[in-house]
């Protein structure tokens, strides 16, 4: 797990909603009542209503909306100030921390779910649309595994790119690079980790990757030299529609603010 520290959210962002319904949300604040189950003719509506309680710039939170477009379900986020964490939010988040997923059922209790991968999972069990893990149990515990170790790597990459000084930066690339490495030898086909069909892995490391579109090629390009399926691997989840919707136009801007604000070797 990178390790944000008192850094990323020292920035100050004003809360902000908006709705994946096709409709514009207006910002409001939790509890969000759930649509309830509904009939128009013969079309069952959702029994459920979905909120995502998020961070602009929050890699975790863009596993859960990326699982969320992937599969096509509707639901509304919430974005919130983790600088100055309200009450509400308080409440509702046992670790403070995003992603959160409200669920307002119509015919229970509301929930909330927190940890990024216990809401994946939670959305590939519970939603329609298409399937995010193999079907075969044993590749299904296998691109688990790669889950972890994407989570372990995310922490590297958010160490380098966090360095205020030249030792870290270079221990933290190198480690960033064999972790790299190591994924170079065990992909095969492609596009996506595990071949033709998008998964829950590529939704874990989207986010990793998309640090690396949004630096100068002199920075990102030498990280993924000499890895050809890697950065093969890349380029299609960059192309991927879900995983560019998971950020507003203006993540490349704030992420830069945030090494500005937070004066790390790489900012500029
Ligand atoms: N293990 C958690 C990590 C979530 C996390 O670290 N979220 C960060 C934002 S990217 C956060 O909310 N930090 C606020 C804080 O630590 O106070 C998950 O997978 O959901």
Redesign the pocket.
């Known amino acids: ?2 390790t ?1 520290s008192a850094s ?2 020292a920035i100050t962002l004003g809360r902000i909603s908006r709705s994946h319904t096709g409709k514009s949300a207006a910002m409001r604040p939790p509890p969000m009542r759930g649509v309830g189950f509904m009939f128009t003719g013969s079309i069952p509506m959702p029994q459920t209503q979905l909120t995502l309680v998020s ?1 602009p710039l ?4 863009q596993r859960a909306e990326i699982v969320l477009l992937e599969k096509g379900v509707p639901f509304d986020r919430i974005d919130v100030d ?1 600088a100055i964490k309200p009450d509400w939010f308080l409440a509702l988040s046992p670790t ?4 959160l997923l409200k669920v307002s059922q119509a015919d229970g209790p509301d929930a909330v779910l ?4 216990v809401i994946c999972e939670y959305l590939e069990e519970s939603q329609a649309g298409v399937g995010l893990y193999p079907v075969d149990a044993l590749s299904r515990a296998r691109q688990r595994g790669w889950i972890e170790f994407g989570t372990a790597t995310l922490a590297e990459a958010w160490q380098f790119l966090n360095a205020k000084d030249r030792p870290t930066a270079d221990a933290k690339r190198a480690a960033f690079q064999g972790r790299l490495q190591q994924l170079e030898a065990v992909l095969v086909e492609g596009p996506y980790f595990g071949g033709a069909a998008f998964g829950m892995v590529d939704a874990v490391f989207a986010p990793v990757f998309r640090y690396f579109d949004i630096f100068d090629p002199t920075v990102s390009q030498p990280i993924f030299e000499n890895l050809p399926r890697v950065t093969a691997w890349r380029t299609a989840l960059a192309g991927r529609q879900s995983v560019a919707a998971a950020v507003a136009g203006d993540y490349a801007e704030r992420f830069h603010q945030h090494l500005r604000q937070h004066q790390v070797l790489l900012a500029h």
């Open positions: 797990m990178p944000p990323l959210w961070h929050c890699p975790f939170v983790l403070g921390k995003v992603p927190f940890e990024s991968m």
